[in-house]
């Protein structure tokens, strides 16, 4: 079974461009979450998407966007780069808790954004 | 609202010593438990979780973690620690029910020691 999936997985950008992260799920999996881990920080939590709907959002300027598509996967953009954007972006699936599941998130390698 | 304590930015420990990594945790509702793994460069990995039961909760790799709720503690431990546990260890909790979204401590990073 496949794992989570990212791309890229490096990506470099200067001040003021946008940038595309993109993931897919395991197969199954509704809900995508996505999480900023930047250098010597923790997860810092973005979005939650489930069923296509964003479902909860973290303390992220608007900036920070996303959706996610009718097979599951979702896309994660971030507009007028800053350089403190510059992080590894993780994201993860599990099976929403409804469908009988505990919650456990499912981790992609993460795509390590530069801004240069 | 709902929070995550990793007190220890770093545990060394030498091989084959018992390892413990300290998490503890707020939360105003029932709370689902969790420990991940991070090795350099890579994704979480999931190792294990307290949903109810039994206090005591074994994982992947020779991890266990006990819950503790009258002192809102989720410890991570290891009877005798390898050098390839050497990582990045993160704590994260989430409440039962609804839209919850999962909330992680900062992280600890453990140094075996041949």
């Known amino acids: 079974e496949a794992g989570v999936t990212q791309s890229p997985t490096h990506l470099i950008k200067t001040r003021g461009q946008q940038a595309t992260l993109r993931c897919s799920p395991i197969?199954?999996?509704?809900?995508v979450y996505w999480y900023q881990q930047a250098l010597g920080l923790g997860l810092q939590f973005l979005l939650w998407?489930?069923?296509?709907?964003?479902?909860n959002r973290g303390n992220f300027p608007p900036r920070f966007s996303g959706r996610q598509f009718p097979n599951y996967s979702s896309e994660l953009n971030v507009n007028a780069l800053e350089l403190e954007d510059s992080a590894l972006y993780l994201c993860?699936?599990?099976?929403?808790?409804?469908?009988?599941?505990?919650?456990?998130?499912?981790f992609g390698e993460g795509s390590r954004l530069t801004v240069l | 609202a709902q929070s995550v304590a990793q007190p220890e930015d770093q545990v060394n420990v030498a091989e084959g010593n018992p390892l413990t990594v300290k998490c503890t945790y707020s939360v105003s509702g029932n709370p689902y438990l969790f420990w991940y793994v991070q090795y350099p460069n890579r994704g979480l990995q999931f190792l294990l979780k307290?949903?109810?039961?039994?206090?005591l909760v074994k994982g992947s790799y020779g991890f266990e973690a006990e819950f503790n709720k009258s002192q809102t503690s989720f410890h991570l431990k290891k009877p005798s620690a390898l050098v390839s546990d050497s990582a990045l260890y993160f704590c994260?909790?989430?409440?039962?029910?609804?839209?919850?979204?999962?909330?992680f401590g900062t992280g600890t990073k453990l140094q075996v020691i041949p």
């Open positions: 998407y489930d069923e296509g709907e964003e479902r």
């Open positions: 197969s199954g999996h509704t809900s």
């Open positions: 994260a909790v989430r409440i039962s029910g609804g839209y919850q979204k999962v909330t």
């Open positions: 993860a699936s599990s099976l929403f808790q409804w469908q009988g599941a505990t919650g456990e998130l499912f």
């Open positions: 307290y949903i109810t039961g039994d206090n």
